[in-house]
């Protein structure tokens, strides 16, 4: 069973925005549509309270860790790992790389692997012990 949640291409604007240009911008968004379907993905038009939630949250908690640099090897056994599995919980993955006095470096390396999109999740679901990883695919 894939349980990965639909791919979107999302675009963002604000509401009085999307007023006042709509028939400029049909054909745009109609063009995107089309892409979209071809990639196999959905394409939405959000206004800006669409990403004020807990997809924004995270991606600012999420931001904190993309520059952090770790073992290389260390990633490639993590990515291995959820390669095999098709995904894991996060808790499982670091009680199985990260143990001991390694926990804390462990779960930034998870959250540096989200935020540089080599993993990936239910973005708009809580990031904690219970999130579910994969590893990203952009086929």
Known sequence: MDCKPLQLLVEVKQRSDIRQH????????????????????????H?????????LENIRLLERYKRMQFPVEESRLVLETLKQ?????????????FMGLYKAEGIAHLWHLLATRQLDC???????????LWVASYD
């Open 122 to 132: 239910d973005i708009s679901l809580p990031l904690n012990d219970l999130t579910e």
């Open 85 to 97: 599995m098709g995904s894991a919980p996060f808790h499982y993955i670091i009680s199985r790389h």
């Open 22 to 45: 709509w028939s400029e911008w049909k054909s745009k968004y109609s063009q995107a549509l089309h892409f979209a379907k071809q990639q196999g993905w959905d394409f939405r038009i």
């Open 47 to 55: 206004d800006e309270s669409r990403i004020r939630d807990k997809s």
